[in-house]
């Protein structure tokens, strides 16, 4: 058995790996969200056009947060994303009150419009449209093909309301990839297009997709946008319902959850979030770790508060363990405390060995740390099947 302290340097990962490690992720009710600036998602997604690795985007709003609560394939859809970016005013203002410094609301129809409207002196984004109503993405086409600013449409198909497999078959997938696109932009319901993103992840070749909903509607005028005090305000559903009245249920359904969260979930973390903050400042104690591996797997051992100041204290030892390309067990008995960006640390963790087929386990969970993470819409951590979804 190989024992590695604290200590240890740093070994070479790949880029995704690293990035993901590097990530300024946060766990926010079950939810893996990415504090940055739209600015910096622009240059991520103009340096992600330009490579062939799969770069996924989700923007996650109360929908999403629902639906993930129900549907596990569509939770690690957005887990396994490379960017997780708060669409929904509700969720900025429950971050805020835990403390989570996501401050700025990206919305999907706000991202479509900046990168329609990017000068061309930027790299030109060549987009393929996906899913809208009958012939509103072919206007949406001719519009962004008459101007010669940000985006110009390579493809259109419309793929109807089938299932997700007529969606996948190998006529759709290869008039997608025949394309040429940098970005797949697809405008389906929530659930439909992430579910279709995850089924089909490895088999479509354009690097940049993301869902965008109702961007499609917005942008072809068919549908008008709520005024931008009803989005900065959190009302921005008032509006949509006026537009469209059949989503009246869809909000009443997401609002009864969301205030249910509130009272369960949000108050609880809030005043946990305050405890935590008091440890912190008034202890010494940092956080340590010690890896350990053996033939099937690495164990790494932390002891301390498992919080936003101390990630880079054990970043290396994950690095390493990640880089022996084996399952990686958690011994959580020593951890005396954990917030929401070391749990978004754990999930970036777990996000690479998915993807390897692989596991993350935690052991020793004490009953506090477990609470939190029940509280938190995490404790699926502590028995992921996850390696065998999708």
């Not at 403390?99 to 990017?118: C, N, S, Y």
């Not at 951890?335 to 386990?361: N, T």
Request: hydrophobic letters at 50%; proline letters at 4%; aromatic letters at 8%.
């Amino acid at each position: 058995m190989i024992l590695v302290r604290q200590t240890v340097k740093p070994v070479p990962l790949d880029n995704l790996c690293a990035q993901d490690l590097s990530r300024e992720v946060f766990g926010l009710l079950g939810l893996a969200v990415d504090a940055l600036s739209f600015q910096s998602l622009l240059e991520s997604i103009h340096a992600a056009a330009g490579g062939i690795v799969p770069y996924l985007i989700s923007t996650p709003n109360v929908n999403f947060l629902v639906t993930s609560r129900r549907n596990v394939k569509f939770r690690e859809s957005l887990l396994r994303s490379d960017l997780c970016i708060a669409d929904g005013m509700p969720l900025i203002w429950i971050a805020r009150l835990l403390g989570i410094p996501i401050v700025e609301r990206i919305a999907g129809a706000d991202l479509f419009h900046t990168l329609k409207l990017t000068p061309t002196g930027s790299k030109r984004l060549r987009v393929f449209l996906f899913g809208g109503a009958e012939g509103v993405a072919d206007a949406v086409a001719k519009q962004l093909n008459v101007s010669s600013l940000g985006l110009e449409c390579v493809g259109v198909l419309n793929p109807g309301f089938g299932t997700i497999d007529a969606m996948s078959t190998d006529a759709v997938i290869e008039k997608i990839n025949s394309s040429g696109a940098d970005l797949l932009a697809l405008f389906l319901g929530a659930e439909k297009a992430q579910m279709w993103l995850l089924q089909n992840h490895y088999r479509i070749k354009i690097p940049v997709r993301a869902q965008f909903g109702a961007a499609i509607n917005f942008e072809a005028g068919t549908i008008k946008r709520a005024p931008l005090i009803l989005r900065n305000t959190g009302l921005e559903w008032l509006w949509r319902i006026k537009e469209e009245p059949y989503l009246w249920r869809r909000y009443w359904t997401d609002g009864l959850t969301l205030l249910n969260l509130l009272f369960t979930s949000v108050m609880p973390l809030a005043a946990y979030a305050q405890l935590v903050r008091f440890k912190s400042r008034n202890s010494v104690e940092t956080l340590t770790s010690e890896v350990q591996e053996d033939d099937h797997s690495v164990m790494i051992r932390l002891s301390g508060l498992a919080i936003s100041q101390y990630v880079d204290n054990v970043a290396a030892a994950f690095a390493t363990a990640l880089s022996m390309n084996k399952m990686i067990v958690v011994d959580c008995a020593n951890i005396r405390a954990i917030d929401p960006r070391f749990v978004g640390f754990f999930l970036m963790v777990r996000k690479q060995l998915v993807s390897r087929g692989q596991k993350l386990s935690f052991i020793n969970v004490t009953p506090s740390i477990r609470r939190v993470l029940r509280i938190n819409g995490f404790e699926f951590l502590l028995a992921d099947d996850a390696a065998s979804v999708g």
